[in-house]
């Protein structure tokens, strides 16, 4: 039901005239040129504690817990990967098997205050017309080739939408924006970059295929992402020695 939630908020956005208007606005590019309106969300699961926290002169409401700390640093790091939505691995093994399918995992970090790794993984939303990088449709659990200049589905009434089951709702009202021929890609760039027991780290050829990655869907922030990391940290075109298949995520 989140990820449901922030996907549908996600379009929402990206379809609203009004708030494109604004956007668009010309004092507001005259300060912020290019700007446009977008919210990223992370998403993580734990306890938490309900609290009002301040003084006799000014009192709020809060949530205290390193679990919200996880959620506000995986908010924050949307920007970095370049993506609207970013899911911690407890969160997505949550998730049906037919949901999980639908995500893409896009990196395995620590976060300041742990020595943990948790791998990331991302739900490629349907921004726009025409906005799917190498196109797909899947819908009906098939997967179906786009030319790039699909419609997007009606956006359903709030009692449609209460009524969705959440599988159906993600395969026809907000499909993964990124083909299979992509999807299998990114797939082998990531267990070459990442690397395990079955196939050893080479960043070398992780590069080559982040850069096919890209030739397909031109601009993907996750790809954009590692393979920056990739070109920073490499030794000769190789992981440093002291790697070991995650990195820390660097900005809060």
Not at 149 to 162: E, G, I, L
Not at 184 to 199: E, I, P, R
Request: with cysteine.
């Amino acid at each position: 039901a989140a990820l449901r939630s922030y996907v549908k908020i996600v379009m929402e956005i990206a379809r609203s005239k009004e708030l494109e208007s604004w956007a668009e606005r010309e004092d507001i590019q005259q300060r912020m040129p290019g700007f446009k309106m977008g919210m990223g969300f992370g998403i993580h699961q734990g306890w938490a504690i309900e609290c009002a926290v301040g003084s006799e002169f000014k009192i709020d409401a809060t949530y205290l817990s390193p679990h919200v700390n996880m959620a506000s640093r995986l908010e924050s790091a949307t920007k970095q990967y370049g993506t609207k939505i970013l899911i911690s691995g407890p969160t997505f093994e949550l998730f049906s098997q037919e949901v999980q399918a639908l995500c893409r995992i896009i990196d395995r970090v620590t976060v300041k205050g742990s020595e943990n790794p948790i791998a990331l993984y991302t739900y490629d939303v349907p921004l726009q017309e025409g906005d799917n990088g190498g196109g797909v449709r899947e819908g009906n659990g098939e997967i179906q080739e786009s030319n790039g200049h699909d419609s997007w589905p009606d956006t359903p009434s709030k009692t449609k939408y209460n009524r969705i089951p959440p599988l159906q709702y993600f395969l026809t009202e907000a499909p993964p924006c990124i083909s299979q021929s992509f999807r299998m890609l990114h797939v082998q760039a990531m267990s070459f970059y990442l690397g395990s027991s079955d196939c050893p780290t080479d960043w070398a050829r992780a590069a080559q295929v982040f850069k096919q990655c890209l030739s397909v869907k031109p601009n993907d922030g996750p790809c954009v992402a590692i393979l920056k990391y990739i070109e920073e940290k490499a030794v000769d075109g190789h992981a440093p020695e002291s790697w070991k298949g995650f990195r820390p995520l660097e900005e809060k």
